[in-house]
């Protein structure tokens, strides 16, 4: 026979049970309810801001890694550049910069040319080179405004240019183009064959026939 103290004992067990059970289960709602996805990085984190008036491809291999977005702050973006931010996944986001503007082809037509010459030790690439030019763009006119020079000969093929009278400058680097072309309004861009591969070539050729046409004095001197 059971007692009455047993009797007592049991229901205050079953309560106990039940009770330890809703505990639990609260708290285990409670962790899968307060426990959000984890958040993506933050815009500030993967928003990369670059200051430099030239964005060129050393200023983009510069940008940590994880970045997937930058912004330019008053610059101008070299093809080579955008290429680069390509190759890594990187988008360009809206920017106060006059990038858009420099990437806009010179003419509305949206025909861009250039005299492309190449001299005798470099003639080899020059079916490739307009060709590429051609994908992009920019022909080949023996009156454009600016002229191309592709030579191992840099040094000499500059003194021959400004001893025609051009406004010859020398270029080694992708960057030097639209600093070199404020400086002097140049009508005239030799390109060192050792500094360029045939992509960097293009890159280059292709930037020097965005820019704004040379003042009307240069291009007398450029379409003898």
Do not use: W, Y
Request: aromatic share 2%.
């Amino acid at each position: 026979m059971t007692s009455p103290a047993t009797q007592s004992a049991t229901p205050n067990n079953v309560d106990i049970a039940s009770i330890v059970e809703q505990v639990l289960r609260r708290l285990r709602d409670q962790t899968d309810t307060s426990v959000s996805p984890p958040k993506p990085a933050t815009n500030d984190q993967t928003v990369h801001v670059l200051n430099d008036k030239v964005i060129s491809v050393d200023v983009i291999q510069g940008v940590p890694s994880g970045v997937t977005q930058v912004q330019v702050s008053g610059g101008i973006v070299t093809p080579a550049a955008r290429d680069e931010m390509r190759s890594r996944g990187i988008t360009l986001a809206g920017s106060k910069s006059t990038h858009a503007a420099a990437t806009k082809p010179a003419s509305n037509s949206g025909k861009r040319f250039i005299q492309l010459h190449t001299d005798t030790s470099s003639k080899s690439i020059r079916d490739a080179l307009t060709r590429q030019l051609s994908l992009r763009g920019v022909d080949h006119c023996p009156r454009a405004h600016r002229a191309v020079i592709v030579t191992d000969r840099p040094a000499a093929t500059l003194f021959d240019r400004i001893q025609s009278g051009s406004r010859a400058a020398l270029i080694t680097r992708l960057e030097d183009i639209p600093r070199f072309a404020a400086e002097m309004d140049a009508d005239t861009f030799v390109l060192d064959m050792q500094r360029f591969n045939l992509v960097a070539l293009v890159n280059a050729a292709n930037t020097i026939a965005q820019l704004p046409k040379p003042t009307a004095s240069t291009s007398q001197e450029t379409s003898r």
